[in-house]
């Protein structure tokens, strides 16, 4: 923006255009900040209300989750002969079971040669369980390493790994298969090699290093008892909703006992109840009005205290039967605050004692945390309400922004039309002060010529 001097009026025209400019941008300037002051505070305590609602939601889905009431402890008396993971679906008892064998993947190695030996050429055939696949010999892959990489990159390889090894005299061929079980065992069929007079047989000699086999599990010790095996070490549904991975043969029957498993229940109640609590605090902290303080962001906000007002209806309400009919029950109350305390001796005896009807307290369209759970997906989903109340700040922000800018080209405008007419002024008053001194000047040259 070019400067104007104010030599010929005397004043200061850049100091009266700045001060111009800045009356005329203070009022909507001011206004912009304003609002973006207060929609800027309301986004961040929206935005901590919904991170407070979104956890609290983690901790209510975890509540209306059946499995939460249905966890299962395992107690085995030779953890090393096994390991076992008991699902919800499992039923509380005691098993003996027996390992008899593991399965294995079998593997084969061929007789000792030299890196320069020969097997012939033509078609050779590798077998895995029903399925076999063949690979081409030729002068410039039938050697063993030539072998070796050919079974390796074979397309069709339903699964077995070629491998050299070193015996100290020569070198063997290691083919083993990538799948345990009996069903799975490797063989080599060279009768298709058109063999020469130097080449050697690469089947000859072949010895195995690690039989095909089952992993085998008896269930029982009556006359009754179950034998069952797998191609792999691990058993799924043996015994409904358990998992078995064997490890080691065992001499003697290993005694696995499941029990519920009550804490898992009360560790899922107690995240809630933090969860709940956090929640309150952060709505507390944002919307309520305190004494001697600048107001809270969201001070008397309508939409904090329709949720508030329905989380606390749900959580009071008595949505069981039996012993377990509200969360008094479990020893939770509610304080002055509007927080959850919970007296831990209390809560930790009803869950022993009624362990089998908190799912139906909790979970479900009719439990509470299943009520819970719906309510807050209206607030918390990705189109929910304080999602769109963000959206709407956030537009009202980016507008606002767009409103600075023409204010801008705005004053940047204005500016420039009061230079122009100080410009103009300056120039006006320097034409009379040159006539004023022109007639100055010719008035004196008269009186002169009077004298």
């Given at each position: 923006?070019?400067?104007?001097?104010?030599?010929n009026?005397?004043?200061?025209?850049?100091?009266?255009?700045?001060?111009?400019?800045?009356?005329?941008?203070?009022?909507?300037?001011?206004?912009i900040?304003?609002?973006?002051?207060?929609?800027?505070?309301?986004?961040?305590?929206?935005?901590?209300?919904?991170?407070?609602?979104?956890?609290?939601?983690?901790?209510?889905?975890?509540?209306?989750?059946?499995?939460?009431?249905?966890?299962?402890?395992?107690?085995?008396?030779?953890?090393?002969?096994?390991?076992?993971?008991?699902?919800?679906?499992?039923?509380?008892?005691?098993?003996?079971?027996?390992?008899n064998?593991?399965?294995?993947?079998?593997?084969?190695?061929?007789?000792?040669?030299?890196?320069?030996?020969?097997?012939?050429?033509?078609?050779?055939?590798?077998?895995?369980?029903?399925?076999?696949?063949?690979i081409?010999?030729?002068?410039?892959?039938?050697?063993?390493?030539?072998?070796?990489?050919?079974?390796?990159?074979?397309?069709?390889?339903?699964?077995?790994?070629?491998?050299?090894?070193?015996?100290?005299?020569?070198?063997?061929?290691?083919?083993?298969?990538?799948?345990?079980?009996?069903?799975?065992?490797?063989?080599?069929?060279?009768?298709?090699?058109?063999?020469?007079?130097?080449?050697?047989?690469?089947?000859?000699?072949?010895?195995?290093?690690?039989?095909?086999?089952?992993?085998?599990?008896?269930?029982?010790?009556?006359?009754?008892?179950?034998?069952?095996?797998?191609?792999?070490?691990?058993?799924?549904?043996?015994?409904?909703?358990?998992?078995?991975?064997?490890?080691?043969?065992?001499?003697d029957?290993?005694?696995?006992?499941?029990?519920?498993?009550?804490?898992?229940?009360?560790?899922a109640?107690?995240?809630?109840?933090?969860?709940?609590?956090?929640?309150?605090?952060?709505?507390?902290?944002?919307?309520?009005?305190?004494?001697?303080?600048?107001?809270?962001?969201?001070?008397?906000?309508?939409?904090?205290?329709?949720?508030?007002?329905?989380?606390?209806r749900i959580?009071?309400?008595?949505?069981?039967?039996?012993?377990?009919?509200?969360?008094?029950?479990?020893?939770?109350?509610?304080?002055?605050?509007?927080?959850?305390?919970i007296?831990?001796?209390?809560?930790?005896?009803?869950?022993?004692?009624?362990?089998?009807?908190?799912?139906?307290?909790?979970?479900?369209?009719?439990?509470?945390?299943?009520?819970?759970?719906?309510?807050?997906?209206?607030?918390?989903?990705?189109?929910?309400?304080?999602?769109?109340?963000?959206?709407?700040?956030?537009?009202?922000?980016?507008?606002?922004?767009?409103?600075?800018?023409?204010?801008?080209?705005?004053m940047?405008?204005?500016e420039?039309?009061?230079?122009?007419?100080?410009?103009?002024?300056?120039?006006?008053?320097?034409?009379?002060?040159?006539?004023?001194?022109?007639?100055?000047?010719?008035?004196?040259?008269?009186?002169?010529?009077?004298?």
């Amino acid at each position: 923006m070019f400067s104007v001097s104010g030599f010929n009026s005397g004043l200061d025209v850049n100091a009266m255009v700045t001060t111009l400019v800045q009356a005329e941008r203070a009022p909507k300037e001011s206004q912009i900040t304003r609002s973006r002051n207060a929609y800027s505070v309301e986004l961040t305590a929206l935005g901590s209300i919904q991170s407070a609602i979104d956890t609290f939601q983690k901790a209510v889905a975890k509540l209306n989750n059946a499995d939460s009431f249905q966890a299962r402890t395992t107690t085995l008396s030779d953890a090393d002969a096994m390991s076992v993971t008991a699902g919800s679906a499992s039923v509380k008892g005691t098993y003996k079971l027996q390992v008899n064998s593991l399965a294995s993947n079998h593997s084969l190695a061929t007789g000792t040669f030299q890196d320069t030996d020969t097997f012939g050429t033509g078609s050779l055939t590798v077998n895995l369980g029903g399925d076999s696949f063949n690979i081409t010999l030729d002068n410039s892959n039938n050697t063993l390493a030539g072998i070796k990489d050919a079974i390796n990159s074979a397309s069709d390889n339903p699964g077995v790994q070629a491998t050299m090894i070193n015996d100290g005299s020569g070198k063997r061929l290691l083919l083993t298969s990538n799948k345990s079980g009996a069903a799975n065992s490797v063989s080599v069929d060279g009768s298709a090699l058109t063999v020469g007079g130097s080449d050697k047989s690469l089947t000859t000699g072949i010895s195995e290093l690690s039989p095909a086999r089952n992993a085998e599990i008896v269930l029982g010790e009556g006359a009754g008892q179950i034998t069952i095996s797998s191609s792999e070490n691990r058993f799924e549904n043996l015994i409904d909703g358990v998992t078995i991975d064997v490890k080691q043969v065992t001499s003697d029957p290993v005694t696995l006992e499941i029990a519920e498993k009550p804490s898992a229940a009360e560790d899922a109640i107690k995240e809630f109840v933090d969860a709940y609590n956090a929640l309150i605090n952060k709505i507390n902290e944002l919307s309520l009005y305190q004494p001697g303080q600048d107001a809270a962001a969201l001070v008397g906000d309508a939409t904090i205290r329709s949720m508030q007002s329905q989380v606390r209806r749900i959580i009071s309400d008595n949505p069981g039967a039996g012993n377990v009919k509200m969360l008094a029950d479990l020893g939770i109350k509610t304080q002055s605050d509007g927080t959850l305390s919970i007296a831990s001796s209390q809560l930790t005896e009803a869950v022993n004692s009624h362990f089998g009807e908190l799912a139906a307290f909790f979970t479900g369209d009719s439990g509470m945390a299943g009520k819970l759970n719906n309510l807050l997906d209206a607030y918390d989903k990705s189109d929910g309400i304080f999602k769109d109340r963000m959206d709407t700040l956030n537009q009202n922000l980016k507008k606002l922004d767009e409103d600075r800018l023409a204010l801008d080209v705005r004053m940047e405008t204005f500016e420039s039309y009061l230079r122009d007419r100080f410009l103009a002024m300056e120039t006006l008053v320097g034409q009379l002060n040159a006539t004023s001194q022109y007639l100055t000047n010719n008035l004196a040259g008269l009186n002169n010529g009077s004298n």
